[in-house]
């Protein structure tokens, strides 16, 4: 996703939820996050996102297997190039 569009999708997220998103949301957007904290990038509603991902342990469990996926496939660039 674009940097822009993901700014702006974002910002439609929370102009109509003030401090909560729905399951549905959050894991619509969880790739993206998890790829931002691989890559070492801290988006502007992490706390936000950290936040449901503790109370709720379904959206975890998705935010654990996607960090497995992501961060394999970033420490292991060289192998897919050969
Ligand atoms: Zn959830």
Redesign the pocket.
């Known amino acids: 996703m674009a940097e822009e569009t993901f700014t702006r999708w974002i910002e439609q997220v929370y102009t109509t939820e003030e401090h909560e998103i729905?399951?549905k949301q959050?894991?619509n957007f969880l790739p993206a996050f998890v790829d931002a904290e691989v890559n070492g990038e801290r988006l502007p509603h992490t706390a936000v996102i950290q936040t449901?991902l503790q109370h709720?342990p379904?959206?975890q469990e998705i935010y654990e297997g996607l960090n497995l996926v992501i961060r394999a496939e970033a420490e292991l660039p060289s192998l897919t190039m050969d």
């Open positions: 729905d399951c959050l894991q449901h709720c379904d959206c």
